[in-house]
């Protein structure tokens, strides 16, 4: 059985050669780079501000990404806390050569809401279904 994103699709981003090794593979820290910055998308819009990442658990590349594949980032909040909110985030490349639509790592980050002042500040209740407000 094919496995599929979970989630909300929060950003797309074509892998362009300025981010490569002279072989072609993406570097893990722009794929990281743009989950961080997926998931900071998912974070601010439920926190309505200013939110930081404070922790990244267990990540592992499952297949390298390519230039020219396109990154396809999904967000889904698994926990909210008082001031913090977890967030699981996959990273899929949509293959230019084949067509195939893969998986290649995924992390659960951890934000925190800021106020202002940039301390930490309570996050808003309410529902948590699927990165719905």
């Excluded at 496995?3 to 072989?23: C, Y």
């Excluded at 990404?65 to 990273?91: F, N, P, W």
């Amino acid at each position: 059985m094919e496995q599929q994103p979970t989630g909300e699709l929060m950003t797309r981003t074509l892998a362009m050669p300025a981010d490569a090794n002279p072989f072609g593979d993406i570097f893990g820290g722009w794929v990281m780079s743009q989950m961080d910055l997926a998931g900071g998308i998912c974070a601010g819009t439920r926190a309505g501000g200013r939110v930081v990442t404070v922790a990244v658990k267990s990540m592992s590349f499952i297949q390298p990404v390519q230039v020219g594949d396109l990154l396809c980032v999904y967000t889904r909040i698994l926990k909210l806390g008082r001031t913090s909110m977890e967030i699981h985030i996959e990273a899929w490349a949509k293959r230019r050569r084949n067509r195939d639509f893969d998986r290649v790592t995924e992390a659960n980050f951890t934000f925190v809401a800021l106020d202002e002042m940039g301390r930490p500040t309570p996050v808003p209740t309410g529902d948590v279904d699927n990165n719905r407000i």
